[in-house]
């Protein structure tokens, strides 16, 4: 069997990082929520990349839905914890890496997970327990990489003093403790996302709009497809290094969407353009829900 070595298996990150930058990145703690989709994309670039620490965290098994994109999900790990997987596997690639391991439990330790971290990468689709990362990221003066619920591959940089998601967008969540987040606020929630991605980006073009509307309207889970996910979670981890390095990132909370059926960078729209497009929008969703 072939022994492991740190440097040989970083040896070819040389040119993009200095040995200083890939100390720096072995000696990092990035905190997960949710190594399923994105979440699971990001965790596999970081280990590769040499990230030395991490805590992740997932309260979900693997199923067969999960085959056609997440990065851990094999037919033999089907009704695994995704975090055990996820963990069991990165230990292959890096046997060195120090992993914590967390289920259902780590909402209620998250200020000590995030204030033993330098950076959170969001993999949750959950809405309450995303409103309680950013609070608490908030207060533990954390920064937050996340990315839409969109067809096309996003990330946003949301630092501790940029607003919150809930807070940019008018979620219902505002001012209400996460507990209680009720079901009809994790719709709206998801509704408003929707607008914003629909709003602020070509993702119209490439997909069905008649699914799209049965996602918003809580009728069926989201879609997803392999190439859209690991782009998006490649895109949070390369995020997550600029943190770890004290680099420069490419966005901010608003984020970007990277439209690859065009090989362009799609930005936030204008105020006004964003004020017509989005009045449309939500008529048509409406329509479309109704």
């Not at 072995?26 to 030395?52: C, D, K, N, Q, T």
């Not at 979620?171 to 998801?190: F, H, I, N, P, S």
């Not at 497809?225 to 943190?243: D, R």
């Not at 690859?260 to 353009?273: F, I, Q, W």
């Amino acid at each position: 069997m072939t022994s492991f070595d740190y440097t040989e298996m970083t040896t070819r990150n040389r040119g993009f990082v200095t040995a200083a930058d890939q100390a720096r990145l072995r000696e990092a703690r990035v905190f997960i929520p949710g190594v399923g989709g994105m979440g699971g994309a990001a965790f596999m670039a970081l280990v590769r990349a040499g990230v030395g620490r991490f805590i992740i965290a997932d309260i979900d098994t693997f199923e067969v839905s999960n085959l056609n994109r997440q990065m851990f999900a094999t037919l033999p790990g089907v009704g695994r914890p995704k975090a055990e997987v996820a963990r069991d596997t990165a230990l292959t690639i890096n046997p060195e890496v120090q992993i914590e391991v967390l289920g259902r439990e780590w909402t209620d330790d998250l200020d000590r997970l995030l204030a033993d971290s330098q950076v959170a990468v969001n993999g949750m689709d959950d809405a309450a327990a995303g409103v309680h990362l950013y609070r608490r990221a908030r207060a533990q003066g954390r920064t937050v990489i996340d990315a839409y619920a969109s067809p096309l591959p996003s990330v946003t940089v949301v630092r501790p003093e940029a607003p919150r998601l809930e807070e940019r967008l008018g979620y219902l969540t505002v001012g209400t403790d996460w507990t209680q987040v009720t079901a009809e606020m994790r719709k709206d929630c998801l509704q408003r996302e929707i607008a914003y991605v629909l709003t602020h980006s070509s993702s119209h073009l490439y997909v069905d709009l008649d699914i799209a509307a049965e996602v918003a309207a809580g009728k069926r889970s989201r879609f997803s497809f392999s190439t859209m996910v690991t782009m998006a979670g490649t895109m949070m981890a390369e995020e997550a290094v600029h943190i770890l390095l004290d680099r420069k990132g490419g966005t901010d909370h608003r984020g970007y969407f990277f439209n690859p059926h065009r090989v362009a960078v799609e930005r936030p729209r204008s105020v006004l353009v964003a004020a017509i497009r989005g009045f449309a929008v939500r008529r048509l969703l409406t329509r479309m829900m109704g």
